[in-house]
């Protein structure tokens, strides 16, 4: 069956652009993750959406990082007035269920370079 | 901040040759998951172990929790080329993971 997927896969903006990056989590996944991974680190958690209501969001490093789901199931994660130390590798995953007792399952990526 | 601390770092072992990794958590979890990523495939779900179970194997993956340590291992049998790829333990509430270890297997 299809996987999470995500769009796009590279983005390229210039410092000061506003970007959103989509994930379409697999059909039916109730939980819904969004991660940041640096070259050479592990993920970090970023934000949590359980259907439409985002539970945690402790993880946006600043306020000009802003993620939705408004209909429980694509989701946008959107940088404003993007800087130089937001290029990563964003992560969407779904889960079936609730954490932290179910695995996750990852889509590709979207690689944001910052010029 | 980072859960889960991998060691090594990083890890080159012949085909055929047994690898282990290593993991340390800071607090509390309810269970600890082990995931691979490799460019070909993304972030992949390798194993889940809860934190009343001691051991866990699945195909050439044998995966061993100490809640006492907040310590996990995971041993990779027969090793194969195509277990090249970086590995991470990731636990918590928010599934949070350690920087990885990476995985060579020279054929």
């Known amino acids: 069956g299809a996987g999470v997927s995500q769009s796009p896969r590279y983005k390229v903006a210039k410092r000061g652009q506003d970007v959103a990056l989509r994930c379409d989590p697999i059909s039916g996944h109730v939980s819904l993750f969004w991660y940041q991974q640096a070259l050479g680190q592990g993920p970090e958690f970023l934000t949590y959406?359980?259907?439409?209501?985002?539970?945690?969001k402790s993880g946006l490093p600043s306020d000009r990082f802003f993620a939705e789901r408004p209909e429980g199931s694509v989701s946008t994660l959107k940088i404003q007035r993007t800087q130089q130390e937001d290029s990563a590798v964003y992560l969407c995953?779904?889960?079936?269920?609730?954490?932290?007792?179910?695995?996750?399952?990852f889509g590709p990526g979207t690689r944001l370079t910052v010029t | 901040s980072q859960q889960g601390e991998e060691d090594p770092q990083a890890l080159s072992i012949q085909e055929g040759e047994n690898a282990t990794m290593n993991c340390s958590y800071k607090t509390s979890i309810n269970n600890l998951q082990w995931y691979r990523q490799n460019s070909g495939r993304g972030l992949v779900h390798l194993i889940l172990?809860?934190?009343?179970?001691r051991e866990k194997h699945s195909g050439r993956l044998r995966v061993t929790l100490d809640t006492s340590k907040k310590s996990s291992s995971l041993l990779i049998t027969a090793s194969r080329a195509a277990d090249t790829a970086s590995y991470f333990c990731a636990g918590g509430s928010r599934l949070t993971f350690g920087e990885g270890t990476q995985l060579t297997v020279n054929p």
């Open positions: 959406f359980q259907n439409e209501a985002q539970l945690d």
């Open positions: 995953a779904s889960s079936a269920l609730q954490v932290p007792l179910y695995e996750q399952y």
């Open positions: 172990i809860r934190s009343n179970e």
